[in-house]
């Protein structure tokens, strides 16, 4: 967010820092395609904050501001505000059959 920097490491966390820097002050936030979304006004410092707090992941900061944390894979993630008419459609129609699938009761055969 835009605030001031954390305190160092080896001194106590201040009031200010825990209400405003991410992730404790990310009041609203939400799982979309596959992305953790966090809705504010993010900088480059929260970019680095997500990476090492969900290791692996790629964070970005969309066009609105706000954080996104994606999945591993190869080169820079796209926000999923970039996903349009198909595609969109494609995710949204990938991610129910998945949920369908594990949500099923399990069949026997016969």
Known sequence: ???????????????????????????????????????????ERDISTAERTYPGRRALINREGALEVHPAGPGKPHSVLDLVGEEHEAHVQEAAAELREKTAPHRRSR
Request: proline share 12%.
């Open 1 to 43: 967010m835009n605030s001031p920097d954390l305190p160092p490491a080896h001194e106590p966390m201040t009031a200010e820092a825990v209400l405003s820097r991410w992730p404790t002050n990310a009041t609203k936030h939400e799982l979309l395609d596959g992305a953790l979304y966090f809705y504010g006004t993010f900088d």
